[in-house]
């Protein structure tokens, strides 16, 4: 299982904006998708954001309209920008790749992140 590393994250108060971002682990190509999943102790880890590799983006209906999942021009790193951030966003955010058109169940994934936590104070 490759892991890669990610960066962003922390604690910020209710209300604030934040974005993470991952490396990318292996070369994207047509018919993969890449994502975001998030995980609180105790809790099965669900899908948050998915980009496709026709830039086709899908979002967890808790986060629509606050979260956007990008990717820089060169593919090369993954973003998750999250504004107006609640604290039940609080969790464990895992970017994630898969070598299919869509990756929003944890049984798509092929490719994990390291993890980074984000914590939301209200």
């Known amino acids: 299982q490759v892991q890669a590393p990610q960066s962003g994250g922390g604690s910020v108060p209710a209300g604030w904006s934040m974005r993470i971002s991952c490396a990318a682990s292996?070369?994207?190509?047509?018919?993969?998708?890449e994502g975001w999943f998030r995980q609180v102790p105790g809790k099965e880890r669900e899908g948050v954001a998915t980009?496709?590799?026709?830039?086709?983006?899908t979002y967890t209906a808790s986060v629509k309209g606050r979260f956007t999942i990008s990717r820089d021009n060169a593919d090369t790193t993954l973003y998750l920008q999250m504004n107006n951030l609640k604290p039940e966003d609080s969790a464990m955010y895992f970017c994630?790749?898969?070598?299919?058109?869509?990756?929003?169940?944890?049984?798509?994934?092929?490719?994990w992140g390291q993890g980074t936590q984000v914590t939301v104070s209200s």
């Open positions: 994630a790749a898969a070598d299919k058109w869509s990756c929003f169940k944890q049984t798509d994934i092929g490719y």
């Open positions: 292996r070369d994207a190509g047509v018919g993969t998708c």
């Open positions: 980009i496709n590799s026709r830039s086709i983006t």
